[in-house]
DNA sequence: GAAACCTAAGTCGTCTGATGACTTTGTAGC
DNA sequence: GCTACAAAGTCATCAGACGACTTAGGTTTC
């Protein structure tokens, strides 16, 4: 094994024996170093590793630090690479996402309060007067947190919505038909809202997963232009009903406009 | 932006521009370190997050090289993290499983065919028959990606992959009632194999989500001995119908057994 | 001519030392 | 008590050197 992850692993150990919890500080790098056998420089990368894993966090002049090890943490991870996927990857996604959504509208439903009914509500009349794509995207993407965190699973909050954020880089509403798109959809969110207001789970993740599939349907017919360039589709054969065929994979940098 | 966030996001953008696609190959250190203005530690350390979140990988003595870009390598770099969590987060993840692995089911009894309803039943016969608790969990674990590979959506095999390596770390079938435990388990394994050679994605689909549910009951109420040692518990005061009142916290180090 | 071997260049892996920046703590002064 | 300041502790970054591994190309051998 390389010193890298020597130092890797013996940093995870010291978290996973319990020897330290969550929010507490390892010792000064001067230490670590002496304890696993490593140079500073193995050492430090070790530490990248954890805390760009959402386990560990460093701040200067300070020291090293357990993060609090709540799965949000660990899933909020992967927000950052999830924007690297083709397209191709994406469409995967997108069925997780579905199940997914459609159970927490269904949580949602079971469990939702006049303060969220409300919120809902003011969310999709804004959503609705909005012209501006930026402005939709940002309201849309709370909509859904909302309803996600309704359903009373913070792991859930933080795995739709890095889904969602992948989402962002296609310019869904930009689109030829992007007014018709944004009528659908804004529809689509109304019976979801009225679903959760009158406690119907049954309907209510119908209406998502219904919602979500619309969306994924746009993405993969209408092959919107990615907003930062493009780079070409890998192959992996086994997408299931999956139509993969030469979609072409694009990614964000600038954010552009989502409808989901 | 540290130097270091300064080189992760300038390598980040070399994938998301298009300009390196899954499999390509990075310049020298030497070159990115002019490149990006930075010094080759600093370098390293973002190359070594980048590899850490799975969207690269370092090879000695031939270069840095950008990864497939499956969601499967994203989503599989969360298998080391996981596994710090403390149980209490454990138990929300279990309702993100029980979903999916329910609707995974159902899409294996919608497209089963001969060779996997063979396969499922001889991991199922095997599994019966072991007596041994590390054998078993390995054998529960085959099942269950067996499905979840029928299914046919690889980045669903990857987060329920994630979700069974962290049960792994409890001794289910070596608990007080083990014996008892693991015959529920089959039952349930042979009601979801069931399911599905007959082509029934309902009946999969409940059977599959029950399952999970009982085990998620067992982890939750037996407290099972973590074998790697303990920490304390974490206090997120919003798991939805979760009663996390002073579960304690545990994780893997030797490999226990499991029943899922 | 083909295969095995060897050599050299290219590249990453690791260690060491030095300097700067930031945080925390304790102390002196008011 | 509060503020200001100084000192110690800690991480952040850079630079240089050496070792290990891979790759490519040429050479030898059969």
Sequence with gaps: MSAVEEAFHGLRRMISSGRLGPGQRFPPEADLCAELGVSRSSLREAVRMLSALGAAESRHGSGVYVSALRPEDIIGSLALTVDLLPLSGLLDMYELRRVLESHAAAQAAARSTDDINDRLDALLD?????????????????????????????????LLGVFRARSRSYQMFGMPDGRSIKRTSDQAHRSIAHAIRVHDPVAASSAAASHVAQTETWLRFYRPQPTGGSHSTIGDGSGGDVDDGNVDGGSSEASGAVGS
Aim: proline share 3%.
């Design 126 to 158: 804004a959503l609705e007067a909005c012209d501006d794509i930026e402005e939709s995207a940002q309201l849309d993407s709370e909509f859904h947190e909302t309803i996600a965190t309704a359903s009373g699973n913070p792991t859930m909050v933080a």
